[in-house]
């Protein structure tokens, strides 16, 4: 079975990267609740693709208000 898109877990440096925040602000997005993680293992976190799609859209939505 192939994986959708909105399906791929990505690692904190690909979601740094999409957002274009540094590590440190990432940590407080999920820290905060912002923006949702998942434990990998006992120490990596993933971010799944799809809560990305859900953060910026709310922020769109937001700013359209």
């Not at 909105?6 to 990432?26: F, G, N, Q």
């Not at 940590?27 to 976190?45: D, F, P, Q, Y």
Request: proline residues 3%; hydrophobic residues 35%; contains cysteine.
């Amino acid at each position: 079975e192939e994986k959708k898109p909105e399906d791929r877990l990505l690692t904190i440096a690909e979601t740094c990267a999409i957002l274009k925040v540094s590590r440190i602000t990432l940590h407080k997005m999920t820290c905060a609740g912002e923006i949702r993680s998942i434990l990998v293992g006992s120490r990596s976190r993933r971010i799944p693709s799809r809560e990305i799609d859900r953060f910026i859209q709310e922020r769109l939505e937001s700013s359209v208000n």
